[in-house]
């Protein structure tokens, strides 16, 4: 006579009801896991959005202090430098504190929106 698995001879169903737990246990931390990984993915694209927004920023200030004069700062001038990952458009705002504001209006390659960044220029 063949032996049997103890657990299935008494016919109570025992074994299946801890087998439903651990597929429960598994698939839940399967779902757990890609939701985070896919959370992951977008915080990580948030922050290379924004380092390349940054450094268009950065480039554009520091060649804007290069090649402006403080005598050619008006709340008319304009310029546009073109930059291979976007283009970034200055224009310049005087505050009643008489302090000068820089307006940088990105726009970056492959993307639809506009990001404004003000910061004083001396």
Known sequence: MKKQFIMLRNQQG???LHVVWV???VFLSIHFLVDQ???????????????????LSQMAYQKARKEIDEDDISPSYQTDYVFPQGEVKIAFREELDENVYILLSIKPNGNDHFYQLNKPFF
Not at 41 to 51: F, P, R, Y
Request: glycine fraction near 0%.
């Open 14 to 16: 025992f074994l299946l």
């Open 23 to 25: 597929i429960l246990i």
């Open 37 to 55: 990984y896919q959370t992951s993915k977008e915080i990580a694209h948030n922050q290379l959005n924004h380092i390349e927004i940054e450094t």
